[in-house]
């Protein structure tokens, strides 16, 4: 079993930065692949990006590569997501997930967190 709480959204002007983290409890967190989605109201949730279990490998949406990145700590239990550049349509609930693989389909992943909302005014 993982919980996962999701901290660090906020309101950032477009162009700025903002770090979410993503803190896991229980004591299988290297188990797992974690992967970061956004959505917004109406909408399907999407996948941003993920990092496998070792943080040997990264993925990213074409829509925030070269802006995002996700690291994670293994001993610390955490997953973060450094969103810099961001833009208007950045803006979404941002959901962190744990899973066996990083894959782009919500459904694949076995835990969630609550959603941190990150809005970008332009």
């Known amino acids: 079993q993982v919980q996962l709480v999701e901290s660090g959204g906020g309101l950032v002007q477009a162009g700025g930065s903002l770090r979410l983290s993503c803190a896991a409890s229980?004591?299988?967190?290297?188990?797992?692949?974690m992967g970061w989605f956004r959505q917004v109201p109406g909408k399907e949730r999407d996948f941003v990006g993920g990092?496998?279990?070792?943080?040997?490998?990264?993925y990213y949406a074409d829509s925030v590569k070269g802006r995002f990145t996700i690291s994670r700590d293994n001993v610390k239990k955490t997953v973060s997501l450094q969103m810099n550049s961001l833009k208007s349509e950045d803006t979404a609930v941002y959901y962190c997930?744990?899973?066996?693989?990083?894959?782009?389909?919500?459904?694949?992943?076995?835990?969630w967190g609550q959603g941190t909302q990150v809005t970008v005014s332009s």
């Open positions: 990092i496998s279990r070792s943080s040997t490998t990264t």
């Open positions: 997930a744990a899973g066996p693989l990083v894959v782009n389909t919500p459904a694949t992943y076995t835990y």
């Open positions: 229980g004591q299988t967190f290297s188990r797992y692949a």
